[in-house]
């Protein structure tokens, strides 16, 4: 069966220090890998989408950036954090057929930029 | 992007059906309706979803407008583990988007006992 494994699950970093989440799936291959954050109370917002290893599209201009340096590892960096950049963030896959499948999240990692 | 709009939150008594709706009035041919729910300090959690017509599995059913432009999540029997955040999302079906989607800010559902 197919697992997505996210980590740390929470995190505490000063305002400009770098940042990197990383996130991996098992049990499938060249799946759609997907980066969201959410604000509290609020729904999800699309951060980052990948196809494929090496191609990242982004959806909003930000301090963050993503990379897809194997088929199925999904890495969120920041080189300076910004106080906004505090958020839950979330890390999904979804097979390339949408017809018959929908998104699998991690658990999240929930980041307070201090 | 295709929106949804949901209402904010619901009530719902224990053991009771609940009819959770959502509305997409720009949705175009090839968008998928799915619905998620998510628990505090959780991820999202797929529930169903379809294209036209309606969908059953064991976790609820969706009942999806003859013109596409609603669609309404059946929880038949709700119960206090069902008390959650619930997303309705379109999903682009091909293309170079294909899977994107957008969330909402989701209902809000509360289940009394």
Known sequence: SQTIHQWPATLVQPVGSPLSLECTVEGTSNPNLYWYRQAAGRGLQLLFYSVGIGQISSEVPQNLSASRPQDRQFILSSKKLLLSDSGFYLCAWSAKTVANYGYTFGSGTRLTVV | ?113
């Not at chain 2, 509305?23 to 979803?49: A, C, F, K, M």
């Not at chain 2, 013109?67 to 379109?90: E, G, M, P």
């Open chain 2, 1 to 113: 992007d295709a929106k949804t709009t949901q209402p904010n939150s619901m009530e719902s008594n224990e053991e009771e059906p609940v009819h959770l709706p959502c509305n997409h009035s720009t949705i175009s041919g090839t968008d998928y309706i799915h619905w998620y729910r998510q628990l505090p300090s959780q991820g999202p959690e797929y529930v169903i979803h379809g294209l036209t017509s309606n969908v059953n599995n064991r976790m609820a059913s969706l009942a999806i407008a003859e013109d596409r432009k609603s669609s309404t999540l059946i929880l038949h029997r709700a119960t206090l583990r069902d008390a959650a955040v619930y997303y309705c999302i379109l999903r682009l079906g091909w293309g170079t988007n294909a899977g994107k989607s957008t969330f909402g800010d989701g209902t809000t559902l509360t289940v009394k006992p």
